[in-house]
């Protein structure tokens, strides 16, 4: 094991010190129960049973069975205490770290969600944390146990018969040298099927999510035999894990019996020189089957062990890497936004020096309505993402009423911009959750915003109007009807600055035509910014941009640009209305 784990492993018992200490303090005494139990029944055989003496030693036995049975219920007692403990400290170890993997997923950057598929994030926080669950319900329980045993029975051994103690220890150094071996090769095998695991429930994911794509191009025959293929290489991956475990079990049980047969073979052969008593040789054999017991029970849940230890890994990998939460505590907080933002010389890449955009410059003065335009992967959306701060800009400064974004508390950044993508998102809530997004907003106010976003009609249309819940991704309402609540959505919140990324590209032209007598209305009051691909929508703007490959290639009105028969945005809006016609 490696002492990284340990270190982690440490961390997440670190919190549980007064109930591991409860837990060992029980231990000990069941282990003293259990070390007790046979030498009681050794008194019985060597000091009445071998003697004939058991007729006028009746009380005495009568007296060490009751003996006997008190600590069989005590211990009985004790174990299921201990037992639920140990759930109780592993459902607030799995509580924590739960909460913590979630925590880190919400703050991180959106680097790190770029990078990191979402099924792994589902694998770390399901089935990973759900791996440690059993190590702490079914194992921890049993190993301090387990431990304490066989070091009091080894003592007790010791002290009864030194010389058959030692002589029974002979097969420990192989128990250790087999339990050593086959557990780094059980490790290595454990890494490896935990990857594979990984893969397979991100594919899951992936197929479940997409469905519809799969469906829309007939692949389901194409991904069954990929999910074939990948549940195979699992299925693989698990059987020399089998196998490794399998056979440690076997060879504990090959070293058990052996222990006993030369305890036996010493005894009958009287190696020790003297003759030994019947009770005492009983006590050894009982004491190494004993011992033997909890090995036998950590070998059983080897396996078990090997996946919680490798799922810590994978969760503190993800834990640890620090650099890639957000800070949401420091920085400047916003009262008042005027909605001025200003870009100088900004040079962005998402990797390396592939710069996505050069030396870009340009102002939004506040109120001011701006539109982006260009080809796709010119930079439109990009420059929206820096300006939220998704991503920080490798060359020149982005500013706020003068302020550098850096400087401003990214909470405080994100409530004063609204953003309406031309996919929302819905979460399987009601109409009014989706809208108000955990804060408190009045039903009347909310009406207010659906009319403002002209989702009147659709809202009421529903049985259960704005308390109507939503299916997963809100599949239950069709695209446009998604693009309305966004609205609606933006409108309860009310930033200082609103984005737009063809937002009413699902919008049927009726509806689009009073949302966007609602927009022109908020354009004149509030800082505006419009990623188009309609040309249609943005004549009324007060800038254009027009943006090719990373770079600004022409600025100003609509008028002003159509106007120029050799513009790149001249050629592409007459192209355009070409196109419709």
Known sequence: MKNKTLQRLYKMLKPQTKSIAIISILAILISIGEVVRPYLIKIVIDDYLSVNAYQQGIMTIGIIGAIYIAIVLIGNILNFVVRTATSMMGENVIYSIRNKLYQYVQYANIPFHDKTPAGTLFVRITSDVEDITTLFKEVISTIIKDILIIVVLVVVMLSLNYKLALLSFLVIPFVIASSVILTKISNKLEDYSKMVKTKVNVFLAESIYGVKLIKIFNRQYEKQKECKKLCEEFWKSRIPTGITEGFL???????????????????????????????????????????????????????????????????????????????????????????????????????????????????????????????????????????????????????????????????????????????????????????????????????????????????????????????????????????????????????????????????????????????????????SIFIAHRLSTIVNVDKIIVLNQGEIIEEGSHKELVNKPEGYYSKLYHAYYSGLA
Do not use: C
């Open 249 to 527: 079990v076997a060879i504990m049980m090959v070293l058990e019996n052996l222990g006993i047969s030369i305890i036996i073979w010493a005894t009958i052969n009287y190696l020790m020189g003297t003759s030994i008593d019947v009770g005492l040789i009983y006590v050894f054999v009982t004491y190494i089957k004993d011992i033997f017991s909890p090995i036998n029970r950590l070998v059983e849940n080897f396996e078990t062990i090997q996946e919680a230890l490798v799922s810590i890994d994978k969760i503190y990998d993800i834990l640890e890497h620090k650099e890639y939460l957000e800070n949401f505590e420091d920085g400047l907080m916003l009262e008042k936004v005027e909605g001025k933002i200003e870009i100088k010389n900004v040079w962005f890449a998402y990797e390396g020096e592939n710069w996505v955009l050069k030396n870009i410059s340009f102002t939004i003065e506040p109120g001011q309505s701006i539109a982006f335009v260009g080809k796709t992967g010119s930079g439109k959306t990009t420059i929206t993402n820096l300006i939220n701060r998704f991503y920080e800009i490798q060359r020149g400064e982005i500013l706020l009423d003068g302020i550098n974004i850096k400087e401003i508390n990214l909470r405080s950044l994100r409530e004063k911009i609204g953003i309406i993508l031309q996919d929302p998102f819905v979460f399987a809530r009601s109409i009014k959750d989706n809208i108000q997004l955990n804060k408190n907003f009045s039903d009347e106010y909310i009406m207010k915003t659906v009319q403002l976003a002209s989702a009147e009609e659709f809202i009421n249309s529903l049985p259960n109007g704005i308390d109507e819940i939503s299916q997963e991704r809100g599949s239950s309402f069709s695209a446009g009807q998604k693009q309305l609540l966004a609205f609606a959505r933006i409108f309860a919140h009310n930033p200082s600055i609103f984005i737009l990324d063809e937002a009413t590209a699902n919008i049927d032209t009726h509806t689009e035509e009073l949302i966007q007598k609602s927009v022109d209305k908020i354009s004149k009051e509030k800082t």
